[in-house]
């Protein structure tokens, strides 16, 4: 399978070399928007696949060094995407602070500043109005055309910068004991490439600059944290939404130190700083443009330019209080607090989104990634610079952009609604673990399943097989190597409660009897969960014995299932809390679909994760009739969680189904 993963790998990676390609041909020229349109189905196709085939068997510094690679490539490739004309006044108005001049003094337009006026001033945008960008990013953009008067010079800064958020991404990955292939989702996201190494806007260096104080506020460095939070408001105003969290996290006593960054470049432009305000007034204000929830309520509203403002800054404020009062941890506070922001924006352009992103890079959600989707449809605004028409988005692309992320988001935030407004747990530090395989008649599978399982280091606290009642050897094999054996009736659910039961172990790993787990298992379950009291579970992860296209498909799928969903099979191997499990109702005794139950539970009360892997399964079920059995698993699904809704239980009935028993 790891040569079948590989092939998915390379294939995915030449899609977006592909799409990468494509903006150096001749077709960029003739038809910029509809390049730009396909280009980008084929990077989303690719980064997805690349993230869900990335190959086994890797170290994590190899890991490390083939995603910077592989960043860096991509990055280059895609520089050959036009530069936004933002880049114009990054120039521009970096050439005249090198010549000694204030771009706050006056309009771009002014006669003032007519001996500086070049081609790259012809094609500026808003000339006239004032710059809304704060000091030090002004110094930025005087520093970086120093180096070359060309958009050129501000790409392989941004690509640099991005280059670093990739790096310090996979940094807090390790921190977390999370896969760091996870960083994909950022390093390979189409938004990505097209914003910073295509389009060169600067809110890199905001992300960076915020990634690196949320870092430091995890870490209790509290100095660094308000320092580099100073650094970010300084580089995009809107990073001070961060403050009234950083006052409540991050020690206040050390918030004196935001003034650093803000004021030593700030003194440089004293004079004519006061006129920023005007700027950021005539750029933001009252003006509407995207924004998912001003939009709808501009709607209700008739159009009234000030009262949906009001409503959007009043939601925001009651939305900060709420994530500051739940989240203890201040990177998941930060994710959410910008995650609203940008939900709650009147202006939304697509690299906004971004400032998203990385953090879905820690917690991943399926809504997030179907925005990174539905986002290319921005770049329909192509058409009408095509037609040398005035720049405008079509209505119809901003309703499909946000209304399928707005679905998913919904259900996504289902489980808030169920725990309440009440503050996450801290499930503390687990130190015992025990390993519960449900069996029946598997005596030609057992030995291996607890030699594995025997072999884990460190080794579990408790082995526990659960018997339904086979009538071949199984029990007696496994009271021969030491395991606990209890005896229940058969139905999966039913057994593994029974060893539930039984456990006194603070976590739990269910291993289904023609599966084998590595050694490493142990000790990633108990690091992720002792790195991140929040977390009540999830899944290892698991690969097939055996090889084929089907096979990695199916993989792939339920990589995807658990990592964005949370939704883990028991052949991947799912882990627990018991505490958790316990607040949550117990272990579900079903029949069948104990472990769809379980995952539910689970998400129930707190947060779930994918492993990068450790568990191996017989593909014994899947050699024959494959697609039927697919169709099969998705319809008892479906009919389970449909008669869940409606508070009725068919395990009995489904199990019958499922094994084809009367």
């Given amino acids: 399978m790891t040569h079948i993963r590989m092939v998915g790998f390379a294939g995915s990676l030449v ?42 068997g890797f170290s994590i510094n190899r890991k490390i060094v083939v995603i910077m690679l592989i960043s860096l490539g991509a990055r280059m490739l895609m520089a050959g995407v036009p530069e936004s004309d933002d880049v114009y006044r990054y120039l521009w ?180 700083l006061h006129n920023m305000l005007q700027g950021l007034w005539e750029f933001g204000g009252m003006n509407a443009f995207n924004g998912p929830v001003h939009s709808v309520i501009n709607v209700a509203l008739q159009g009234q330019a000030v009262w949906p403002v009001f409503i959007v800054a009043a939601l925001f404020g009651l939305v900060m209080i709420c994530i500051i009062r739940m989240s203890k941890n201040p990177v998941k506070a930060a994710y959410l607090l910008i995650s609203a922001l940008v939900l709650l924006s009147p202006v939304v352009h697509y690299w906004y989104i971004l400032w998203v992103i990385p953090f879905v890079v820690l917690y991943p959600a399926l809504s997030w990634l179907v925005l990174s989707l539905t986002s290319g449809l921005y770049f329909v605004s192509l058409y009408s610079v095509q037609q040398e028409a005035e720049w405008h988005l079509p209505e119809w692309a901003m309703w499909w952009m946000w209304l399928p992320f707005l679905l998913v988001l ?63 050897q199984t029990p007696a094999l496994a009271r021969q190597m030491g395991a606990c054996v209890v005896n229940s009736q058969p139905g999966r659910g039913t057994q593994i409660l029974a060893g539930v039961g039984r456990s006194h172990s603070d976590v739990v790993l269910v291993l289904h009897a023609d599966s084998v787990c590595e050694e490493q298992v142990s000790q990633r379950i108990l690091n992720v969960l002792q790195r991140n009291p929040d ?80 568990i191996h399964n017989s593909a ?27 508070k009725r239980d068919v395990t009995q009935k489904l199990y019958t189904i499922y094994y084809n028993r009367k």
């Avoid at 509809?34 to 993230?51: D, E, H, K, N, R």
């Avoid at 395989?437 to 607890?450: F, G, S, T």
């Fill in 410 to 472: 919904v259900y996504e935030l289902r489980f808030i609604a169920v725990r309440g407004l009440q503050p996450e747990t801290d499930w503390g530090i687990p130190k015992t673990l025990a390993v519960i395989v449900p069996a029946l008649n598997e005596q030609d599978r057992i030995k291996d399943c607890l030699e594995a399982v025997y072999s884990l280091n460190p080794p579990a606290d408790e082995v526990i097989v659960c018997d339904g009642g086979s009538i071949d």
């Fill in 620 to 646: 014994r079920q899947w050699q024959q009739g494959s697609l039927k059995r697919i169709w099969l698993i998705v319809k008892l699904v479906a009919v389970f969680r449909w008669n869940r809704l409606l």
């Fill in 15 to 56: 899609l977006v070399v592909f799409a990468a390609i494509l903006h150096w041909t001749p077709w960029a020229v003739a038809d910029r928007a509809s390049l730009t349109i396909v280009s980008y189905c084929f990077l989303f196709t690719g980064f997805m696949g690349a993230w869900l085939s990335f190959p086994d």
């Fill in 93 to 272: 108005e970096g050439k005249i602070v090198r010549a000694g001049e204030s771009p706050y003094q006056f309009v771009a337009d002014h006669a003032h500043y007519a001996v500086y006026r070049d081609a790259y001033w012809e094609k500026m945008n808003h000339r006239d109005k004032l710059t809304a960008y704060p000091p030090l990013a002004e110094l930025v953009f005087a520093a970086v055309s120093s180096l070359a008067y060309s958009p050129w010079a501000f790409k392989l800064v941004f690509i640099i910068a991005d280059l670093c958020v990739v790096a310090l991404l996979m940094l807090m990955l390790r921190q977390y004991a999370l896969d760091v292939r996870n960083v994909l989702i950022y390093a390979l996201n189409p938004l990505t490439l097209y914003a910073f190494a295509g389009e060169a806007h600067f809110d890199v260096l905001m992300i960076l600059a915020i990634l690196l104080s949320v870092f430091c506020a995890d870490r209790r460095i509290y100095a660094g944290a308000w320092l580099c939070l100073g650094i970010a408001i300084q580089i995009k105003v809107i990073a001070i939404v961060l403050i009234p969290l950083f006052l409540w996290h991050c020690n206040w006593r050390y918030s004196w130190l935001l003034l650093v960054p803000l004021l030593l470049p700030s003194l440089y432009f004293l004079g004519t």
């Fill in 535 to 614: 977390l009540v579970g999830g899944a290892v992860g698991q690969r097939f014995v055996g090889s084929g296209i089907y096979l990695l498909v199916i993989e792939m799928l339920n990589d995807a299932r658990a990592r964005l969903g949370g939704a883990s099979f028991g052949d991947q191997g799912q882990f627990f809390r018991t505490a958790a499990i316990y607040r949550a109702g117990g272990f579900p005794g079903y029949p069948l679909m104990e472990d769809v139950e379980l995952s539910l539970r689970m998400m129930r009360v707190g947060r779930t994760v994918l492993l990068d892997g450790g």
